[in-house]
């Protein structure tokens, strides 16, 4: 086990951490399989509306690869497929009829996978709606299948920082975690887990399998963050990476032989101390937030989700959703304000005095958008050491290979560029823009 | 409701949409986000941002500047008692100094200000925070007797040819207000230079008006007896009871704004510890060359640091973010080479008594190579990804 040194990141307390009980909602009336947290997806859709569905049916496929399949978490009735602008796909919506009619599929042992059985794994894992788990760096898009990973990055930490927390996510599932490492092994001989070091202790029977412990604050867990500062050479890149929870369901699915269906959430709000939710995969948000007034706001991930429709459903990649209000004030002398309870990275408000304060966020910008004037704010916080004042300019300029070299596929989308400057830039917008168009030109 | 809110809220209809005064936007827009701070939604993630803005960024600077200003106030109307003979308080020095200092600072943010709202209307952007930056630290880098009219041509020129042609704040290479003055300086050097650093209507025949810059010692009088004999000794440079440009003279009011500005993270550190250390290395160095013992050669490091507007500049000029460099080895390296030139100019180069203000904008137009060094280093230092 080692210790990775990161310095740079986000080192504020913010309120509404999520205490360590588990509540089990209720069944869903509906669950969706969203494909608005899918990245580069061009989806083929596979039924149609009022088709009747069992747990483990695919719904639709990805066009670029027909054989990676979306399948459905619940038996029912494919109630609507919502298309949002320019006919995009943004979920298909099933009526829950409460009872599984599970799709069965192929099953190992640990017997099994004595042997190299890579190629059935795949196949199941494809048919099973679960292959899509792996994602290859440097776009976290869809893993190819073809290629072998140089390592395989398992993070017990989600996206966010209210993430569930591992011990829960692990808690009774430790020998499925084990059978997950030794299936990843089937793909890559070098596996790497890491977990945040305040719950490395917590961990229990699975701690020998921890290979490294990263620093406390946002976004160091981040398997993008991990990859690049473990990474010796530019083969390395290409990495793979697994969040822990979509490993414990790919070993159950290999050894129950159906498609599983538990998910366990967050749902926070600032100076809330809520419970993990354990629910089905893709329950709507409505059941998981509860009724909010319109001036709050609901994300999968404070720096690096979406907004989420209160009658949209959780995604495949989601599992937090941060509560918090969105009402835009107009502060009277709000530049001079001595700011007790203003969050910031910088030292120009009172509440820098007091570190051990949670602060309550907002989700308004604090200001106006105005030209970059050089401040180095993002450089000082970037975990990944990259310079996005400087690969934003480069990207205005369409000078892509500049931007390549400035390190710019590196970034991991942690959105801390944008949450520090004092211009208000969109850096991390145009940073995945960029990468966006590049993925485009190569594809 | 807050009764400035409701006249904000009458008048917004006549500045924007389809109103009357559509075409002056940009100057509604900044006195209103001055009173209310605006805070819209996010759009794009992050969805929760940092409550520092550029007006908060700007004001602090501006708070910064304030013991520089006061004190500059101060010092003026009390150098104008003394060329008077006679020996004001800290109320009449206030007094007198505000009557020279504060029509200089109006024209100068009158006029600036006029230019910026001309070119928000053209572009059709907000009007930026930089200029009030800008506005103030120009007239601290100016004589108090300077023509008003010389103020609004030097701001004009600052702000049109320093800033709005590159773009506007943020794209400009040289610092504004030190190209305005710079253009003041080479256009009227008879107001820039000579017996020109106190105000006062009538003189009394002894004193004259020279900065401790100008003085030289004479055949085996060293420099630093004859600055001591004319009022320089090292006390008075420190404090800055002295004749020069009205924000300059203070060394500890400059090292008060610097602490200030280095302790908020609104100046970079890099760049004024690495000025120190080039002005001292540099300075000493030519202390140490035996020789010259009646120039300012031979002042050593602590009369530099303490004389003429070094450290003013060094604080407000060079910490300006957007010429400065953009990376942290070039910070040190821009400093410390502004420290350097400051000292070559001051000693070697007789056509000018002051270096500061040439090294700076000597380094700002050097700031872009300076980066691209650095990083081009850092890159090549990364594990290549494409």
Partial sequence: MEKINISKGFKIKLSGKPDDSLVELP???????????????????????????????????????????????????????????????LEVVIDNYKKDDFISFPSFSRTDLKNNIKEDLITNLKNAGLW?????????????????????????????????IPEIMIKNNEDFFEFGIEILKQFCPRIIVTVRESHFQKLGQIKKHVTHVVPDFYPSWDPGVVLY??????????????????????????????????????????????????????????????????????????????????????????????????????????????????????????????????????????????????????????????????????????????????????????????????????????????????????? | MNPLKKIFDNLEPHFTGTGKYKSIEPLFDATKTLFFFPSPKTKFSPFIRDNLDLKRYMSFVILALFPVLMFGIYNTGFQSGLAQGQKFGLIESLLVGSYYVLPIIIVSYGVGFLWEIIFAVIRKHKISEGFLVSGLLFPLTLPPTIPLWQVAIGISFGVVIGKEIFGGTGRNILNPALTARAFVFFSYPVSMSGDIWVATQKTVDSITGATALSITGSQGKGIITALTEKGFDLPNLFFGVIPGSIGETSALCCLIGAAFLMITGIANYRIILGGIAGLIITATLFYLIPENYDTWAHAGPFYHLCAGGFLFGISFMATDPVSAPGTNTARWIFGFLIGFFTIILRVVNPAFVEGVMLAILFMNVFAPLLDHIVIKYKTSKRIPNV
Avoid at chain 1, 59 to 67: I, N
Avoid at chain 1, 75 to 84: A, S, Y
Avoid at chain 1, 141 to 152: G, L
Avoid at chain 1, 269 to 277: G, L, Q, S, T, Y
């Fill in chain 1, 27 to 89: 069944e869903p009336n509906t669950v969706a399989v969203s494909a608005m947290d899918i990245p580069y997806i061009r989806p083929k859709l596979l039924v149609k509306e009022n088709e009747q569905v069992k747990t483990g049916s695919p719904l639709f496929c990805d066009k670029r690869d027909k054989s990676i399949k979306y399948v459905s978490p619940a038996t029912g009735k494919v109630k609507k497929i919502l298309f949002g602008q320019r006919r995009r796909l």
């Fill in chain 1, 132 to 164: 899509q788990c792996f994602r290859q760096f440097p776009f976290k898009d869809t893993a190819q299948a073809d290629k072998n990973p140089p390592m395989i990055i398992v993070s017990l930490n989600g996206n966010d920082i209210f993430s569930p």
């Fill in chain 1, 229 to 443: 500062h473990i990474k010796k050479s530019s083969d390395e890149n290409l990495s793979w990476c697994i969040a822990v929870e979509h490993l414990i369901m790919i070993s159950k699915l290999i050894t129950q032989g159906h498609y599983p269906v538990e998910r366990i959430i967050t749902s926070t709000k600032p100076h809330e101390n809520n419970p993990h939710i354990l629910t089905r995969q893709g329950a709507p948000i409505i059941l998981l937030s509860g009724e909010i007034d319109s001036e709050t706001v609901i994300t999968t991930g404070q720096f690096n989700g979406r907004i989420a429709d209160l009658d949209s459903h959780i995604g495949f990649f989601e599992n937090t959703l941060n509560l918090f209000p969105a009402s835009e004030s107009e502060k009277m002398f709000g530049f001079v304000d001595p700011g007790l309870n203003s969050h910031t990275v910088s030292k120009t408000f009172l509440s820098c005095l007091k570190k051990d304060t949670p602060m309550q966020v907002d989700a308004t910008i604090h200001g106006e958008e105005r030209a970059c004037i050089n401040c180095s704010y993002c450089e000082k916080i970037c975990p990944i050491d990259l310079m996005p004042n400087f690969i934003m300019k480069a990207l205005h300029n369409d000078d892509i290979e500049e931007a390549l070299q400035y390190g710019l596929l590196d970034c991991c989308q942690c959105g801390l560029c944008a949450y520090t400057c004092p211009s208000k830039i969109e850096l991390t917008q145009i940073l995945s823009n960029g990468m966006d168009n590049y993925y485009k030109d190569k594809a």
